[in-house]
């Protein structure tokens, strides 16, 4: 078994692969899995080491869709275990708060608070110990570049068969450069990847916007003031109360663009969530305080990458889109990516039909950029601007009592944030 450098003695490193993975975040991992569960071979290039990919702090809402791939490719039980299962959020402004019971007005689902962070670990273990032959997820192995990619992305289709030329992985691993030749590459490298680049200028086109502002997030050793999330909008700002486990709470405070978490002492921390979350006089609502273990500011954007595929080239999660933190969508959209893309890669590989792997990114762009309004709309409707205006304010305060006083505009909510099915 080979581990990398992290994950134990390197046995043995492969040249050659049915998939080959930039990328071993939630997308690049699970993928890898859903194909082992098809037979069919992947290899993971993970340019971190594993302790960084299994502690990097993002995610925790997941979608039922997301809980049922989880579940269905062996992954789930951890998060069957301790996962906490939630019936709907709070909307809080004005100085009242507004239930949104996903369960009436989203057709019986439910979203799962289950950390990123677990999700990978559970990922990872599966995966280094179920695969003894062959080298499927490597660490600390940077992949620089892809070439042999076929050029006019448009022809993709007949030369998704052809053997002519196969994609290969230039990558560094244990001090040494090496390729891995593949016959499909998936880019799950995340925001900040190489695989995105793969695309030539002439055929891809990004879509992006900057918001005003940013996260404070901590982690903190108090339990969760209240059993649900809590978007609060307020005249100071934004803030949001989620979780990770009974006895964890996790918070988010709207700050500058460019803050350093120095000038964001703990204290200062509480008092801020406590003016932000507070509800009109005549009803007490206090935020439970405990030790504060991590402290970061998160900036925002929203991004969008055509098409999601070239060649032999696919993209998936953040490699392709961003999305703010405000709809919780990204982790969301990762997962339903690969899974309708080991859905295509299966069918190819047992009967050689290219349909599905034809209109993957046609038919993830269309959930993409409806997740992309949604997560826009949660940010700008939540959030205070640097130039807003009081009339801009009375616009967001109107728009949120009619989600609590309408069932279509509540619905509509639901729907977008428990998730819609994988596919129409
Ligand atoms: P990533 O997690 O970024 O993984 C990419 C991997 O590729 C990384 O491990 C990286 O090291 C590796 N890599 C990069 N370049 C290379 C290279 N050249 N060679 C090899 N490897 C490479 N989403 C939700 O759905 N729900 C939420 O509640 C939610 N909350 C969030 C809160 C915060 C504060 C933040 C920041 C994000 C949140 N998200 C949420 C978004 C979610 O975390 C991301 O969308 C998710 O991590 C995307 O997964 P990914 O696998 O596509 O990318
Ligand atoms: C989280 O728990 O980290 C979380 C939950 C919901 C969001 C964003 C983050 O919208």
Not at 139 to 147: G, I, K, P, W, Y
């Amino acid at each position: 078994m080979t581990q990398g450098s992290t994950g134990g003695p390197a046995a043995h490193v492969p040249e050659e692969t049915t998939v080959g993975i930039i990328g071993g975040g939630p997308a690049g991992l699970l993928l890898s899995r859903l194909l082992h569960r098809s037979g069919i071979s992947s290899v993971v290039l993970e340019s971190r080491d594993r302790s960084y990919a299994e502690q990097r702090q993002r995610a925790g809402m997941l979608e039922q869709t997301t809980v049922d791939v989880l579940r269905d490719c062996g992954a789930g039980a951890r998060m069957d275990r301790e996962g906490l299962v939630h019936d709907g959020i709070e909307l809080r402004f004005d100085g009242r708060s507004q239930h949104i019971d996903f369960p009436t007005l989203a057709g019986g689902r439910r979203v799962t608070i289950y950390a990123q962070t677990e999700i990978v670990k559970d990922l990872i273990s599966l995966q280094l110990s179920e695969l003894s032959n062959g080298a499927p997820l490597l660490f600390d192995a940077e992949v620089h570049s892809v070439s042999g990619l076929t050029q006019g992305g448009e022809q993709a289709t007949q030369e998704t068969g052809s053997d002519s030329e196969r994609p290969v992985l230039h990558y560094t691993y244990e001090g040494r450069r090496r390729t891995l030749r593949c016959d499909f590459v998936v880019g799950c490298d995340g925001s900040h990847g190489i695989s995105r680049s793969a695309l030539p200028a002439s055929v891809a086109r990004t879509y992006e916007r900057e918001y005003p502002y940013s996260w404070l997030g901590i982690l903190a050793e108090a339990p969760p003031s209240c059993d649900e999330l809590i978007y609060a909008h307020s005249p100071r700002g934004f803030a949001l109360h989620s979780m990770r486990s009974p006895s964890v709470s996790r918070l988010y405070l709207q700050v500058p663009n460019g803050t350093d978490p120095g000038e964001w002492p703990d204290e200062r921390i509480w008092d801020e969530l406590d003016a932000r979350f507070a509800l009109s006089d005549d009803q007490e609502w206090r935020i439970n305080r405990g030790p504060i273990t991590s402290k970061a500011v998160l900036p925002m954007r929203s991004s969008v990458t055509e098409p999601m595929r070239h060649g032999r080239l696919f993209l998936a999660g953040d490699a392709a889109h961003i999305v703010p933190p405000t709809g919780a969508k990204g982790l969301n959209l990762a997962v339903a990516d690969v899974a309708v893309l080991a859905r295509a890669l299966d069918r190819y590989c047992t009967s050689g039909d290219t349909a599905a792997l034809d209109s993957y990114s046609d038919d993830r762009l269309r959930r993409v950029w409806r997740a992309e309004h949604f997560s826009y709309f949660m940010t700008t409707t939540l959030h205070t601007s640097p130039d807003q205006s009081p009339f801009d304010t009375r616009l967001q305060l109107s728009q949120l009592d009619r989600i609590a006083s309408s069932r279509a505009a509540a619905t509509e909510l639901a729907e977008n944030y428990a998730g819609l099915a994988l596919v129409d």
